[in-house]
């Protein structure tokens, strides 16, 4: 069945580092693509989509671009914050509209 | 608050008692799902509902669970029988419309520990 692999954890940066955490999918059909961050204490929030391929999703400085070729999407921050450190989930819709979820990968920034 | 609330926090339960779990989505939403969600995974789907009718139900919700959304609105997670295999957090969400554009609002969860 549909499913994603995300970069296993966990993941310490300091300060202002180049922050890439891999997520790579398997579905039959043509899935919409998701990362979401759970803050410490916080449920799941949607932090960025794309629903089609070489779509870029954007938000908070964090990107992700939909390669329907490599069958990936992986996250993307130029200069990560303190306030980054957070759980990284990504996930894939398919066709049934079950959102499938990756094991989610810690990342700790350190000032 | 207007976002999706769920209750209990926590629930401490002993193995075979019957627990159960309430959701009440955001208000407007029509789709609620139901997942399970272990430390260090992903929440794994169990179960969503499209107002009232259950639409899909994943091969991990065995016959002691149990979901309903009698109204449309809140929805309630029963576990029967509980199993300490079953002690994780079960995270309730929400979202609008019919497609797959999927953003799901999620509640905090419920912590379930069985002893």
């Known amino acids: 069945g549909d499913s994603v692999t995300q970069m296993e954890g966990p993941v310490t940066l300091s300060e202002e580092a180049f922050l890439t955490i891999n997520c790579t999918y398997t579905a039959t059909g043509y899935p919409s693509l998701f990362w979401y961050v759970q803050y410490p204490g916080e449920g799941l929030q949607l932090l960025l989509k794309?629903?089609?391929?070489?779509d870029k999703g954007s938000n908070k400085g964090f990107e992700a671009t939909y390669r329907k070729e490599t069958t990936s999407f992986h996250l993307e921050k130029g200069s990560v914050q303190v306030s980054d450190s957070a759980v990284y989930f990504c996930a894939l819709s398919d066709p049934r509209n079950d959102m499938r979820f990756g094991a989610g990968t810690r990342l700790t920034v350190k000032p | 608050d207007t976002g999706v609330s769920q209750n209990p926090r926590h629930k401490i339960t002993k193995r075979g008692q019957n627990v159960t779990f309430r959701c009440d989505p955001i208000?407007?939403?029509?789709?609620l799902y139901w997942y399970r969600q272990t430390l260090g995974q992903g929440p794994e789907f169990l179960t969503y509902?499209?107002?009232?009718?259950?639409?899909?139900k994943s091969r991990l919700l065995s016959d002691r669970f149990s979901a309903e959304r009698p109204k449309g609105s809140f929805s309630t997670l029963e576990i029967q029988r509980t199993e300490q295999g079953d002690s994780a957090m079960y995270l309730c969400?929400?979202?609008?419309?019919?497609?797959?554009?999927?953003?799901?609002?999620f509640g905090e969860g419920s912590r379930l520990t069985v002893l």
């Open positions: 208000s407007e939403h029509n789709r």
């Open positions: 509902f499209q107002n009232e009718a259950q639409l899909e």
């Open positions: 794309a629903t089609k391929a070489d």
């Open positions: 969400a929400s979202s609008l419309g019919q497609g797959a554009l999927g953003e799901l609002f």
